[in-house]
């Protein structure tokens, strides 16, 4: 298979963009717990939540998972780990809050695309590169 060569600095731009909807993410659920957990209590899909345990305290966890996991990704440390991680915590908020939802399908769709974003960083490893310079 052919390689396809792109800027580094596009990919840290990339990876840099991503990180931000998690650190904002992360940061509501730490200063708006109640308010999350409203989210969840009144999904049609509520019940994964509870699967994971009592809500107020995944809220408060994924919001810590989030801040930490968002913060590797923005500074490119462990970034496959990174984004493995966030794609955890990202597909069960998905299918608790956003499917289920038919007519506000942007949201669900805005966090399709945000795991794609995830799976472009868990697939390629930007941390171990040859550079050719001689």
Do not use: C
């Not at 957990?37 to 995944?58: C, H, L, N, S, W």
């Amino acid at each position: 298979m052919p390689h396809i060569l792109v800027k580094r600095h596009s990919v840290q731009v990339f990876r840099m963009m991503l990180s931000g909807i998690f650190l904002v993410a992360s940061f509501s659920h730490l200063l708006k717990v109640e308010k999350t957990v409203q989210r969840i209590d009144q999904a049609k899909y509520k019940a994964i939540a509870y699967v994971f345990g009592e809500p107020k305290t995944m809220v408060i966890a994924s919001g810590i998972v989030m801040f930490i996991a968002g913060m590797a990704l923005l500074s490119g440390f462990k970034t496959r780990w990174a984004a493995g991680i966030l794609a955890a915590v990202l597909i069960p908020i998905t299918l608790t809050i956003q499917v289920g939802q038919i007519t506000t399908l942007g949201p669900l769709f805005k966090n399709i695309a945000i795991l794609g974003g995830l799976i472009f960083f868990i697939i390629n490893d930007f941390n171990n590169t040859k550079s050719n310079n001689k």
